[in-house]
């Protein structure tokens, strides 16, 4: 068995992982809301409550990882570490703390691991992966199963909930702030004019949750994993006409997200209307299963 900890912007998660027959099955999936992003400075540090609720987390799994025979943990961090001006300083207080050496992960990187751990569950040939985490957004362009062009934009469910919204429900002023500045990032970017964006893997917590949302309120199977892209725009519709209706929903599936889903759902909805994608397959493996795949076919143990 092998484990891994995720340090994301949102959220921390302790994964254990059983490999058999060269396939990942979780067996121990342990996450904590810490919201490292929030205590992101205006100067783009971290700050000292950021990093002892990262430590603190960090020691509990780390004696809950102690408590079983992993043959290796492996420990990577995500945007909340990338994204900072004394990414260092955090690494090494982590060392002296927990004894843990962490692996900052690029933007491009934590793109093409997500593709790596969405290919072994997502047949899908060309398309475009999108991952909205907490602190970014990974977008990657593939072709005939082949990675054409992997990107990281610095947008994400949680900090796009720092910097514009108020109140724990956005407006849909709010939310059309966040639009713009997003479809501002995606103008600039240079991917491949004959790339097939039509359809969608999706990918990570905001991914599944809006899989979660849709299978409910349309009283879909739970295990359905494909919905078309009108959903997300029927999503906003919901919020002007009947609020409540999709905050209950949200309550009831993911609190813990009832403030960064709506946030994360728009920046999904930019990326949809902006290269006019139809269907959305989503992926139950992302970042931490593409890792570790790697990790294990480069570094075999």
Same mark, same amino acid.
Not at 39 to 66: C, D
Not at 85 to 99: P, Y
Not at 198 to 207: D, E, K, L, Q, T
């Given at each position: 068995?092998?484990?891994?900890?995720?340090?994301?912007?949102?959220?921390?998660?302790?994964?254990?992982?059983?490999?058999q027959?060269?396939?990942?099955?979780?067996?121990?999936?342990?996450?904590?809301?810490?919201?490292?992003?929030?205590?992101?400075?205006?100067?783009?540090?971290?700050?000292?409550?950021?990093?002892?609720?990262?430590?603190?987390?960090?020691?509990?799994?780390?004696q809950?990882?102690?408590?079983i025979? @992993?043959?290796? !943990?492996?420990?990577?961090? +995500? %945007?909340?570490?990338?994204?900072?001006?004394?990414?260092?300083?955090?690494? #090494? /207080?982590v060392?002296?703390?927990?004894?843990?050496?962490?692996?900052?992960?690029?933007?491009?990187?934590?793109?093409?691991?997500?593709?790596?751990?969405?290919?072994?569950?997502?047949?899908?040939?060309?398309?475009?992966?999108?991952?909205?985490?907490?602190?970014?957004?990974?977008?990657?362009?593939?072709q005939?199963?082949?990675?054409?062009?992997?990107?990281?934009?610095p947008?994400?469910?949680?900090?796009?909930?720092?910097?514009?919204?108020?109140?724990?429900?956005?407006? @849909?002023?709010e !939310?059309?702030?966040?639009? +713009? %500045?997003?479809?501002?990032?995606?103008?600039?970017?240079?991917?491949?004019? #004959? /790339?097939?964006?039509?359809?969608?893997?999706?990918?990570?917590?905001?991914?599944?949750?809006?899989?979660?949302?849709?299978?409910?309120?349309?009283?879909?199977?739970?295990?359905?994993?494909?919905?078309?892209?009108?959903?997300?725009?029927?999503?906003?519709?919901?919020?002007?006409?009947?609020?409540?209706?999709?905050?209950?929903?949200?309550?009831?599936?993911?609190?813990?997200?009832?403030?960064?889903?709506?946030?994360?759902?728009?920046?999904?909805?930019?990326?949809?209307?902006?290269?006019?994608?139809?269907?959305?397959? +989503?992926?139950l493996?992302?970042?931490?299963?593409?890792?570790?795949?790697?990790?294990?076919?480069?570094?075999?143990?």
């Amino acid at each position: 068995m092998y484990g891994v900890i995720d340090i994301g912007s949102n959220t921390m998660r302790f994964v254990i992982y059983r490999l058999q027959n060269g396939i990942l099955f979780p067996m121990l999936n342990q996450k904590v809301t810490a919201g490292l992003a929030s205590y992101i400075s205006s100067k783009g540090k971290m700050k000292a409550a950021g990093i002892a609720e990262a430590i603190k987390v960090l020691q509990e799994f780390k004696q809950a990882a102690e408590m079983i025979h @992993l043959e290796k !943990l492996w420990v990577f961090g +995500t %945007a909340p570490l990338r994204n900072i001006s004394n990414t260092e300083e955090v690494l #090494q /207080a982590v060392r002296d703390a927990c004894g843990i050496e962490v692996r900052v992960l690029s933007g491009k990187e934590e793109a093409l691991f997500d593709y790596y751990g969405a290919l072994h569950h997502a047949a899908m040939e060309d398309g475009l992966l999108v991952d909205v985490g907490g602190g970014s957004t990974e977008l990657v362009f593939f072709q005939e199963k082949k990675v054409i062009y992997a990107t990281s934009l610095p947008m994400g469910s949680l900090n796009s909930y720092t910097c514009f919204i108020e109140n724990i429900i956005p407006t @849909l002023k709010e !939310l059309e702030k966040i639009r +713009t %500045a997003f479809q501002n990032q995606l103008q600039v970017l240079s991917y491949p004019a #004959q /790339a097939d964006t039509s359809r969608i893997c999706s990918v990570g917590g905001s991914a599944r949750t809006i899989l979660k949302l849709y299978n409910t309120l349309n009283k879909v199977n739970k295990y359905n994993l494909q919905y078309d892209s009108a959903f997300l725009e029927q999503c906003l519709t919901w919020l002007k006409k009947d609020p409540n209706k999709l905050k209950n929903a949200i309550l009831k599936l993911a609190p813990d997200r009832i403030h960064t889903l709506l946030p994360g759902m728009m920046i999904f909805y930019t990326v949809v209307k902006f290269f006019n994608s139809q269907s959305i397959t +989503t992926s139950l493996c992302g970042v931490r299963e593409g890792f570790l795949y790697h990790i294990l076919n480069e570094n075999p143990l």
